[in-house]
C-alpha cells in the first residue's frame, strides 16, 4: 500500500507518512503454540493495512488489541498523555499576549497552534 499526499494516518487524521501492518489477536491466538518464525509465515496476507503518521506507529509499538477501534483509542490515550502539558496550556486573551514581550507572545502563540492539533488529533 503506498501513502501518497492525500493520505491520512488512520488513527489521528494527520498525514500519512507510513503504513501500518496489523495482526488481529484472533488470528494470533490459533497459532499461539508457533516459533515467532513460523508465525510469520503463517500470518502472511492475513494483516491489514492503514496509513499512519510516524508518531502512532511509534506510539502503537507492536502493542496488540482485540479491534483496529481499540488501537484507536489507545492512540488518543497516549498522544493525551504525551502531550499533558500542552493541553492544560492556558487560553491567553490578546490582551495579555500584548502585554508580553515579542518572544514569548510568539512562543505562546505557536503552543496554542500546536495545542489545536494535538486537540483536533486526539478528536479525529
Known amino acids: ?3 501518497g499526499p492525500a493520505a491520512r494516518c488512520y488513527y489521528c487524521g494527520d498525514v500519512a507518512t ?3 501492518h496489523v495482526i488481529p489477536r484472533s ?3 490459533q497459532y499461539a503454540h508457533l516459533s515467532l518464525d513460523e508465525l510469520r509465515q503463517v500470518t502472511v496476507g492475513r494483516k491489514l493495512v492503514v496509513p499512519a503518521c510516524k508518531e502512532c506507529n511509534y506510539l502503537l509499538g507492536d502493542s496488540m488489541q482485540e479491534t483496529i477501534n481499540e488501537r484507536k483509542n489507545l492512540v488518543k490515550k497516549k498522544l493525551a498523555k504525551r502531550y499533558k502539558k500542552l493541553l492544560r496550556m492556558p487560553n491567553w486573551t490578546r490582551e495579555e499576549l500584548e502585554e508580553m514581550g515579542p518572544g514569548l ?3 505562546i502563540q505557536h503552543c496554542v497552534e500546536e495545542k489545536r492539533w494535538i486537540r483536533a488529533r486526539i478528536a479525529y
Do not use: C, Q, S, W
Open 105 to 107: 507572545a510568539k512562543y
Open 27 to 29: 488470528i494470533l491466538r
Open 1 to 3: 500500500m503506498t501513502t
Open 18 to 20: 507510513v503504513t501500518e
